[in-house]
T-cell receptor
């Protein structure tokens, strides 16, 4: 079993839609959680950190459920520019920062 | 520098050749990571440095892969006797944080290796 697993995607949604991505992690000792965004043929870039109480950044909301070892990302009012791959990232507390395989999002006009 | 710099951006190697990929992290960043990203996959952890110390190399796929960061800044990933399955983008990332946990990574643009 992979340490970080994500929805396989791709997600195809119209502009203005709300879309949610899920992620599970296997190491209960994991300490920090993030969502990164990766555009086609570009490097990953930090989208947002994920805090225990949940956090919001504009149209983006991240949630963490430690008991279920589950992380989510909600995007409201999708824009064409949101089209990308979204990577769930878990810092295991050792010296590894582990990435999921990514979920591809296509937002259509 | 302002960002993480990697070179070469593109490398084509014949099977069996040795290659060296360079990473110049953000000045002052203590932590440095190497990842391998195959097409359509997420980045796979290879190794981690804290200054010049290689504290985790559990992700290196074979003993043909070797990484170093001798002065705690620039790092080199070396692949000996390249094989076709080594074809991937090799990403370097650095982080300011000293402690494990809460490592926010800044990535370089990557080195795309194609082995023929």
């Amino acid at each position: 079993r992979k340490e970080v697993e994500q929805d396989p995607g791709p997600f195809n949604v119209p502009e203005g839609a709300t879309v949610a991505f899920n992620c599970t992690y296997s190491n209960s000792a994991s300490q920090s959680f993030f969502w990164y965004r990766q555009d086609c043929r570009k490097e990953p870039k930090l989208l947002m950190s994920v805090y225990s109480s949940g956090n919001e950044d504009g149209r983006f909301t991240a949630q963490l459920n430690r008991a279920s070892q589950y992380i989510s990302l909600l995007i409201r009012d999708s824009k064409l520019s949101d089209s990308a791959t979204y990577l769930c990232v878990v810092d295991t507390g050792g010296f590894k920062t582990i990435f999921g395989a990514g979920t591809r999002l296509f937002v259509k006009a | 520098g302002a960002g993480v710099s990697q070179s070469p951006r593109y490398k084509v190697a014949k099977r069996g050749q040795d290659v060296a990929l360079r990473c110049d992290p953000i000045s002052g960043h203590v932590s440095l990571f190497w990842y391998q990203q195959a097409l359509g996959q997420g980045p796979e952890f290879l190794t981690y440095f804290q200054n010049e110390a290689q504290l985790d190399k559990s992700g290196l796929p074979s003993d043909r892969f070797f990484a170093e960061r001798p002065e705690g800044s620039v790092s080199t990933l070396k692949i000996q006797r390249t094989q076709q399955e080594d074809s991937a983008v090799y990403l370097c990332a650095s982080s300011r944080n000293y402690d494990s946990g809460a490592n926010v990574l800044t990535f370089g643009a990557g080195s795309r290796l194609t082995v023929l």
